[in-house]
């Protein structure tokens, strides 16, 4: 039988995602939330985090936010392209990097919009960054 409870992760990210509603509609720096998320991260996490943010900036035109309180980014109609996810936050092995619907990925009938991230060496960003300008229409 299937459960129908939310883990306290799961809450946790429902409450978030309310609060980055509420603060949206209040004109908060959606910019600023998102810096918080990363800085509030510790370890591979924050290290990942912060170099996913930098690809990001340096290869889109995407607006930092937040998405159910994690890293995100969103294109010119405040839509999530990307949204970054700590492997501490779900207590899973690894962060992910996961692309939603706005994302033009679009390659047949199948493609990937999830990669799970451990490290990033030179050849990994840049992977991550020809996805990502992929992901924006460039």
């Known amino acids: 039988m299937a459960t129908t409870t939310f883990s306290k992760e ?22 600023a939330a998102c810096d918080a998320a990363i800085a509030a991260m510790t370890g591979t996490d ?27 980014y969103a ?11 700590p492997g501490s936050k779900f207590k899973i092995r690894y962060a992910t990097i996961e692309f939603q619907q706005a994302a033009k990925l679009d390659d047949g009938n ?8 451990t490290s990033m060496d030179d050849a990994d960003k840049e992977r991550i960054a020809a996805i990502l300008r992929t992901a924006v229409g460039r």
């Open 46 to 72: 924050k290290e990942l985090a912060e170099a996913f943010h930098a690809l990001v900036a340096e290869n889109t035109s995407l607006a930092a936010k937040t998405w159910y309180g994690m890293p995100a």
């Open 110 to 117: 199948l493609w990937p919009v999830g990669f799970a991230v």
């Open 75 to 85: 294109d010119a109609d405040g839509k999530t392209v990307v949204a970054f996810k």
């Open 10 to 31: 799961e809450k946790a990210a429902i409450k978030a995602a309310v609060a980055e509603k509420k603060a949206a509609q209040e004109g908060a720096d959606a910019a």
